[in-house]
């Protein structure tokens, strides 16, 4: 079961605000909003590339993993994100294949998507994310 695209680059920042101009005025690209993701403790702003999406990934709380990341490598690419169909199907495919993922079943995120990570041991020290929107879960 192939990915169908990449759906995301997650890109880990202190603020988006501080980043927001770089990606809107100098870049040029068109600014899709700001989403709060309680269940992961962020703020995300997405920025529409071409077919791809960025996506800003701003700490709410020093004790989420994007606080974690920052502290330890400092702000920049944190994660590539895939879109799938049946991520659950996914997962359990993975798994069977001896890659080893963060999530074993699949979360909510933002945009109401179904998204689960492998762990970047099992994905060339790349954090990988699938994600599936909610219209095909």
């Known amino acids: 079961m192939a990915v169908k695209s990449l759906n995301h680059i997650g890109i880990a920042v202190r603020s988006i605000d501080d980043h927001k101009p770089f990606y809107e005025d100098a870049l040029?690209?068109?600014?899709?909003?700001?989403?709060?993701?309680?269940?992961?403790?962020?703020?995300?702003a997405f920025f529409r590339a071409g077919d791809v999406r960025l996506e800003l990934l701003e700490p709410t709380s020093e004790d989420s993993t994007v606080a974690k990341f920052i502290e330890k490598r400092g702000e920049g690419l944190h994660?590539?994100?895939?879109?799938?169909?049946?991520?659950?199907?996914?997962?359990?495919?993975?798994?069977?294949?001896?890659?080893?993922?963060?999530?074993?079943?699949?979360?909510?995120?933002?945009?109401?998507?179904?998204?689960?990570?492998?762990?970047?041991?099992?994905?060339?020290?790349?954090?990988?994310?699938?994600?599936?929107?909610?219209?095909?879960?």
């Open 28 to 44: 040029g690209l068109e600014f899709e909003g700001l989403e709060d993701v309680p269940s992961q403790k962020v703020r995300v």
């Open 79 to 137: 994660h590539l994100a895939y879109t799938v169909d049946d991520i659950t199907a996914r997962i359990a495919e993975l798994r069977e294949s001896g890659l080893r993922m963060i999530d074993e079943k699949p979360r909510e995120g933002s945009h109401q998507m179904q998204i689960a990570f492998l762990h970047p041991k099992s994905s060339g020290g790349v954090l990988t994310e699938l994600c599936e929107s909610a219209d095909h879960a």
